[in-house]
Structures are given as C-alpha cells and as structure tokens.
C-alpha cells in the first residue's frame, strides 16, 4: 500500500484546508486511515481516524469539533477537512494505513504516506 498525501499550504489563522490521501492497490475498502501530525521539535501526534466503511470515527481532543475525516472508497482517497485553523496547527500532517477495522489513537499502523506542510498564520 502507498499513501500519498497533498493538499496542505499557508493558511491565515481561521481559515480552512482540506488535506487529501491517495492510497494505491485494491485493499482500500479494508483497511482503516488515520491522520497524524508532527511539529517541530515535537513527537508526532494522532489526530483522527476512520473505519473500513466510514461509519466509525476518532478524534484528538484537540481537534474535535475543528476537523473531519472522510473518506471515498470508490476513488481510494481520505480526507482531513480542517476548519478553524490556529497557528500551534502548523506541522507536517501524515496520513496512515492500518487492517484494523475501526483504527483509533492507540492502533498501530502499518503504511505511511509522506507529510504535507500546514502552515497557520498569526
């Protein structure tokens, strides 16, 4: 599996983005995808996660409310929409593949794809 993800940029703070994740091979539809982020000088953290068919989802805490994980099947593609931007999300954003069903925080995952910069402006 390789995961492939875009969509990131310079954002002023309150804005929007939407992440993209382009998945590879014909395993999509079973496998879980997550969402994690890494800031400078700071260990990488889970953000949000979404289960085989869509129903299931995870949030961080921090970004509950804010963010929302989706995903289409059909195309192979998860997405990160992100509202309410503020400048401490400013990190490299990952997306990430697991066989578990229903992925949360604590699963662990088997496929990364390479980051995508988010940048918040004060």
């Known amino acids: 599996v390789q995961l492939q993800a875009y ?5 002023q703070a309150g804005g929007s983005l939407r992440l993209s994740c382009a998945a590879s091979g014909s395993r999509f ?3 879980g ?3 994690f982020r890494q ?7 889970f953000l949000a996660s979404i ?8 949030y961080a805490d921090s970004v509950k409310g804010r963010f929302t994980i989706s995903r289409d099947n059909a195309k192979n593609m998860v ?9 401490e999300d400013t ?23 390479q980051g995508t ?3 918040v402006s004060s």
């Open 7 to 11: 969509g990131g940029g310079l954002v």
């Open 29 to 31: 539809s079973r496998l």
């Open 33 to 35: 995808m997550g969402w």
């Open 39 to 45: 800031a400078p000088g700071k260990e990488r953290d």
């Open 51 to 58: 289960s085989w068919g869509g129903s299931t989802t995870y």
């Open 79 to 87: 997405y990160l929409q992100m509202n309410s931007l503020k400048p």
């Open 91 to 113: 990190a490299v954003y990952y997306c990430a593949a697991t066989s578990v069903v229903a992925p949360n925080s604590k699963t662990v995952y088997d496929y990364w794809g």
């Open 117 to 119: 910069q988010v940048t």
